[in-house]
Structures are given as C-alpha cells and as structure tokens.
C-alpha cells in the first residue's frame, strides 16, 4: 500500500499531506481473494442478529459465501466483486468481509458486476491505453500530458485485465485536465478535502468519515483551487452506509443517511460485527444524521422497494427498462417516500404497437416516458380496500384518474386492476392489464412520418394534398402502406 503521511490539521482536514512514494497499484493477488471466502480468513459466520435464523444484510456490508464470492449489499441488493482490483479500487479490507451461508446470501437477488471505483485509472495488461472510470464507464485518456495536467502520475494507474476493462461501457474521451471527475476525493492548496459528487463538491467533515467512504488515501489527489472552486459546493460527505460509530455512550450502525442503534452487546456480536471497526467520527457528524429503526427491527435493506418488486417480478420486466430509461429507479426506490404504483405488465405493454414502444424507449423520447410512467404512480399507500371507496385518485403528473367498481372487477383511468397489495417497504404495487392514457403519449402516423428521414417524400406529399388532419386524427386508426422516398424516386421525375 502506499505510504503515507497522517492527515495534519487545526481542525478536521483543511491541510493534507500525503506522500505517494511506494504504491503497488495491483498489489493484491488473485489468491488473497480467494481466501477471503473462508472463514478461516474472515470473521467467524454471521449469526442472526435477531435469534429468528435469519442474518440481517444491511447497505455496505461486505459478504462471502464459501461458494459464491465476495459480494456488496447496496440497496437490497448484492453486486459481484469480480477481482482484487476492483475490490481495492474502493478501499476495502478483507478484515471486512463477513462469511454467511448461501441461504443468506440468497435473500437478495445478485446484480451486475461491481465496477470500479469512480476516480479509479486503470489500463489493460499489454496495452499502453489508460481509462479514468467515472460513473461505471470508461473514459479514454488520449495522451499522458493530459493525465499529469489533471494532477495524476502513473503510480495511479490500476493494470487489470482486458475483460475487465471491456465490462465498463465506453464514454466521452477525457480530453479536459481542468475537469475533476465524479467520485473523486480531492484537495486544493489551502482547502479542505472534498468528495465530488453529482459535479458539486461535498467536503469531508473529519479523517475518520473520508476513511468510511473510501478507505486508503491512494486516489486523494491535489487539484487546481480555481478549478475545485468553480463546482457549487454541496452537503457534507456522510458517513458510509455500513459504518459503526459510537454516540452518547451506544454504538450505531449508519444505514441510509440514519444511525441505527444495537440494542445489546450479544445483538452487535451476533452480527458478526468487531468493537475494533467502530469509527471515532466527531459527534456533531453523528449528531446531524437522523435516528432509524434499532436494530433488532428488521434492516430497511432487507425490505424491497417498489423499484426492487419491479426489478425482480418477471411480469415486470419491461416496467422494469422503462423506469430506468426514465430515471424513476431513484423516485421509486426513495424509502423516505411513499407511493402506490399501478404496475403495467408484460402483456400490458405488448398491448401498445410496437414501433410505439420502442420510440418511447428511446432518448427524444424520455420525455413522454417519464409523463406515461408518472400518469401510474400516485403519492401515499392506497390498498386495495381503500382504492374501491374512493372516486379518483391524483397521479404524479396531476391528472385525475376514475376508479369504477362493477363487481369484482375494479378499474382506474379506464384500465382494468389485476393483482393487487403487493406490499413495498415504501408503498404498495397494484399491476394493471393495459397502459393508462398510453393515447396520450402515442404518436400518430403523421408524427412518425415527419421522423423517419426516408419518408420525407411521403410527408410533402401528404401535406400537399391536405390529408394531415385525416392521418392525425386520435379518434381513428389506420394502417397506411408508406411509400418510401426511394419507392418515389421508382417514379418518372417530372410526374412525381
């Protein structure tokens, strides 16, 4: 590891030092992993922390089965660490990693693979090109002045294998020194350090909380304070999800934002946790998060958001691409929320064109995504037994939607409701046969038309023979057999 100097200052981290002699980037063997999978590496098997057999996986924890790897709990969730690169490019240590069986670990579904960490420099073995990860994408560094002119040396680049580096998909060359990218912990001369996050900079309150969220200082960096100071300044960093403080004599596990409290010394070890990992973060971090839930109540990440009954439930599974390509994972998943989803199937979405589909899914498009998805979501749990007492309901969008009650059959915004009641940690999901007002956000075939270049041809003509209104009118349907412009060009110039 690269030695380095301890953090100086007056107060917190306002002067940092750090020398950078000595780093071995790919300094940790496939073997040292590998071993990290038993448990005579690792700590003893996580017991239940609660006596009802059940190990409770809460955010950042990192876990092993002997079988199946090493994994990161985030949000519900496990994703793969698929090789020590990736697993130093955080800062983890494998003292960390706690060992439960396969049946615990198979609580939450397996995701993709982890990648590296945002700030992380990393360059194939035999190839002389380096990539600056940000954001789970590679950005290609087109020259090594570029690289030194953004404040990074060679000692920072990761060599890994091809594989590795091809699992990240490809972004923007980074051709700007002056930019400082996402993720990255940085400092300027006189300042303190900062997380750059969301391309704001967040500063680190104290040593300890910049350890929780990225454990080494090999990525710390020294910047341009012209450049740090041109990014609005955000919130202070918070401890990282997993992290063990102490506050007013009893110990917290810091989950979401909130300090959760151990309710006795037999739970905490139970839980396979080591009184060695408690943090000595300063009390006025701690004093600002909120309280959650003690932790003899069930984890909030064990509880499954309504973006994680999306991602989960088959039936879903094109919900599932279209709340993504929205940017509504977040809304959906925010546990500090609270919504009632009318969830369109599989069969609900193969109910609209196809063409149709596919244009909503697309970038021009997300836009009316975001509007047809809000038109199925509506603010605060209504269950079933509650939706047929009322007349409409409000969507996220402001619109009203009817709720008609004819027997057993029980319909909003004209749709028919199927499976109803499946309970979220942050709401409820009721599934629905058809796409509510999907005529709304359709397009007609004059619209299509006017988008497809090689029917330029086609739109002219159909404007000069005043059939614009008729081909868009919403209250019919046709199917039109669309001359192409090249089947036009099939026509004798002067007579076209």
Known sequence: MKNYKKLVSAVG?????????????????????????????????????????????????????????????DESQ?????????????????????????????????????????????????SDKVYLIEDGKKRYIPSPQILMDAGYTFDHVMKVSQASVDRHPTGEDFTNPDYIPNGAPVYAEGTGVFKIEDDKRRPVPDQETYLSNFGTFDMLRKVSKDNLEKLPKGENLKPADGTLVQYKGGVYLIEDGQKRPF????????????????????????ASLPNGPGMDKDSLSREETITHIVQTTDATSTLEKAVKQADLASVLGNKNAEYTVFAPTNSAFGNLDDQELNDLLQDSRKEDLQGLLKDHVVEGEVTASSLVEKDSVTTLNGKELNVEVDGSTVKVGGVEVDMTDIQASNGVVHTVKNVINAKDFSESVVERAVKNDNLSTLEKAVKQADLVSTLGNEDKEYTVFAPTNSAFGNLDDQEL
């Open 78 to 126: 496990r994703y793969p660490i698929e090789s020590p690169q990736v697993f130093r490019s955080y800062g983890y240590h494998f003292s960390d990693v706690r060992m439960i069986q396969d049946s615990d670990l198979e609580q939450i579904p397996s995701k993709e693979v982890l990648p590296y960490q945002s700030g992380t420099l990393v360059s194939a073995e035999g």
């Open 13 to 73: 981290l306002s002067a940092v030092v750090v020398a950078t002699a000595g780093y071995t980037p790919a300094g940790v063997d496939a073997e040292e992993v590998s071993k990290a999978t038993h448990t005579s590496n690792v700590p003893r098997y996580a017991d239940s922390a609660n006596g009802d057999g059940k190990v409770r996986l809460t955010d950042g924890m990192l876990v092993a089965s002997p079988e199946s790897g090493v994994f990161l709990v």
């Open 263 to 286: 309710a006795s010394v037999d739970q905490f070890l139970k839980g396979s946790y080591k009184f060695s990992d408690i943090r000595d973060i300063s009390e006025g971090v701690i």
